[in-house]
């Protein structure tokens, strides 16, 4: 079974960046479908990107031409590109390995702060 493991997390001010990566065990990664999703204090978990197995990638309104995420099959890892961040943003960030559009494995998370 694949498993998850996120990183890259952090405190950044408003306006900067991070990258986040989601490294993957298991030979079958490159057809995973790969989801990122955040859970802010007191909001459900949404889902903000999404990285196909064809290198397809779709992301939540909210985040569009800010965050891009991508993949590196050969290193079993999605990544999270999240530019001009906001204090919006602040959330446990996890990633997910979609089966039939839905998360059926998660990682452990990733804290990421925006300050003001």
């Known amino acids: 079974q694949v498993q998850l493991m996120e990183s890259g997390g952090g405190l950044v001010q408003a306006g900067g960046s991070l990258r986040l990566s989601c490294a993957a065990s298991g030979s079958a990664f490159s057809i995973l479908n790969i989801g990122w999703y955040r859970q802010a204090p007191g909001k459900q978990r949404e889902l903000v990107a999404t990285?196909?197995?064809?290198?397809?990638?779709n992301y939540a309104d909210s985040v569009k031409g800010r965050f891009t995420a991508s993949r590196d099959n050969a290193e079993n890892t999605v990544y999270l590109q999240m530019n001009s961040l906001k204090p919006a943003d602040t959330a446990v960030y996890y990633c997910a390995a979609l089966v039939l559009g839905r998360p059926a494995r998660w990682g452990q998370g990733t804290q990421v702060t925006v300050s003001s």
């Open positions: 990285a196909t197995s064809g290198g397809s990638t």
